[in-house]
């Protein structure tokens, strides 16, 4: 597997509106390598230079295999890893439908369709903190360039890594390898701490003296019990949602979130794939657990 990370592009400061990146590419994305962990789990790393020079952690990128019209629909792919000297990038993807079935099968030199990067990336932290990263499932994937990314600018990122099962950590070894921090949770109990990762997570809290910054990516309801963490404790916290996305540019409004930032007087809409997918957690209207109706990246129509 590729290491994390060939060479890093510099982060943006934190703006109260969304994050003008630089303009997406639109080209086909040949196939280098393919990681195969299990039966379901693949980490796949395309040729696309303009993606690999411009990523920043949390942004994403729309996929379809080829040019085929049999599955006329892209799916975001968070973007796990890039190696600008390489001109390449990786996703890391559950097969659960056609969609990803299709792009697990792509034969090395084969290529994807690819419009990036893509969505308002990850901001780091406006002061000197501990980041605490929490990832649950596939959610894990945009954490390791941002882990990537902070370890460089002299940040010691700690990773809490979650899932229903031991299965449900395929990056816990490459996570290990790399050398971050690492606290793994199962709900199982298969492998490490027995309970939600957000347990895990309040158990370290309570014990940390140090200023702490949280970003999340995962599930809505695991987003949602971030945010209550972090405005229990009065963290600094921000999420990548997770809602359906149709197009990336705004213009399907499938992906609608419902926030609500502290001068408006009523909540608004706003695109996950623009303005978004990063937010900051208390701007977010959290509903039954989840910032909006939301399936996972990875699934089809």
Known sequence: MTGVVGRLVEWTAPCPTAIIQSMPSDLDAALVERHSIGDAFHVLVFEHGDVARNSRPGQFVMLKPGRSTALPLRRPFSIMDVDAERETFSVFM?????????????????????????????????????????????????????????????????????????????????????????????????????????????????????????????????????????????????????????????????CVVPTRKANEERPRYRCACTEGPVFESSEVVWTDDRASPSRARETTP
């Open 94 to 254: 559950k097969v659960v439908g056609a969609q990803t079935q299709a792009l697990a099968h792509l034969r090395i030199g084969q290529t994807a369709r690819c419009l990036g990067p893509l969505g308002r990336s990850f901001q780091s932290p406006q002061s000197p903190s501990l980041p605490l990263l929490i990832g649950g499932g596939f959610g894990i994937a945009p954490l390791l360039l941002l882990g990537a990314v902070l370890r460089r600018d002299a940040y010691e990122p700690r990773v809490f890594y979650g899932g229903r099962t031991i299965a449900d950590l395929a990056l816990r070894r490459t996570l290990e390898d790399l050398g971050f921090s690492l606290v793994l949770a199962t709900e199982d109990g298969s492998l490490g701490f027995k309970g939600l990762i957000t347990a895990a997570l309040e158990e370290h809290l309570d014990s940390c003296t140090l200023p702490t910054s949280l970003f999340a990516c995962g599930p809505g309801p695991m987003l949602a019990a971030v945010a209550r963490i972090a405005a229990r404790r009065g963290l600094p916290a921000q999420v990548s949602v997770d809602p359906w996305m149709g197009c990336g540019m705004g213009t399907c409004l499938g």
